[in-house]
């Protein structure tokens, strides 16, 4: 029989498909398919710097809005005591750089004390924690340097509390922090002439008062004197007295005592320098 292309090439074809065809066996006959691996190391990769971000964002987006909010009570030229736009701050104007010994007493007009006659030593102001009660009449001296000084009422304000008040404090220049029995309110801050009370250690109020009062040239008597001190013990400093003053108190006037200045200026004013905006010279009832 002569050779019929056309049928061979169907044969071919058959044959072919036959071939290609799924068989038992394991799927013998099957064309091997190629390997696909599964690329956990960029996957792994992959979440570990969303988790970074994430992370970041949680804790840095906070810090970012607590300092835009912040920046709104630092003092300025145009604005010198942001305090005033602080809810509950109570102003008092003190005549400033009267001292008293370390063993007198002052009669005290406010507790805690905010201004008024004062020891001739500060107390250490360079973000220390001060876990006893620290005597009144040293801490107001450090006030008159620009200190802020927040105070709590052990009984009023839980251990997690007083660590975020803490965190506030340590290590941060021109702030000091101590109990102080029988305040009458959880937490109390104090600045030269100016005090909030606050029963929260979370209130917001607690960063904005320290933004707008600590080092303010404007609100402080003795602009470029130091916070810290060999002179005052950290260690053991002299001991809150928690009885009332007696009759042989200093009053609040002073008694006629020298005002004196450890920033070589008159108290209640500035000293001059480029960086430093000047202030309307004392009032007489500042200096009374």
Known sequence: MPNNPSRRSTEAAKAAARLSAPRGGGGRGRFPRKNRQIPWLTIGAAVVIIALIGALTYYLVPKFREKAELDQYTPSAQNNDPS???????????????????????????????????????????????????????????????????????????????????????????????????????????????????????????????????????????????CSTIVFDTENPPPFDPTPPGPDAVPMDGEGRQIQSEAGGMPGRLPDGPDVPALAEPTVEAQQ
Not at 97 to 107: D, F, N, T
Not at 119 to 146: F, K, M
Request: hydrophobic share 35%; aromatic share 10%; charged share 25%.
């Open 84 to 226: 005033d736009e602080i809810e509950g701050v109570v102003k008092k104007e003190y005549p400033a750089g009267l001292h008293v010994g370390p063993q007198q007493r002052v009669a005290y007009d406010q507790a805690p004390p905010f201004g008024g006659p004062h020891d001739q030593s500060w107390a250490t102001c360079t973000g220390v924690i001060y876990d006893e009660p620290i005597r009144a009449e040293n801490a107001v001296h450090s006030l008159e340097h620009g200190a802020v000084w927040i105070t709590y009422n052990p009984d009023m304000v839980s251990a997690e509390g007083i660590d975020t008040l803490r965190a506030r404090v340590e290590g941060k220049p021109y702030t000091m922090m101590s109990p102080y029995p029988e305040q009458d309110a959880a937490v109390s801050l104090q600045s030269w002439g100016h005090q909030l009370k606050l029963e929260d250690p979370d209130d917001k109020r607690v960063g904005r008062f320290i933004a707008a009062l600590r080092l303010n040239p404007y609100t402080y008597p003795e602009v470029g004197a130091d």
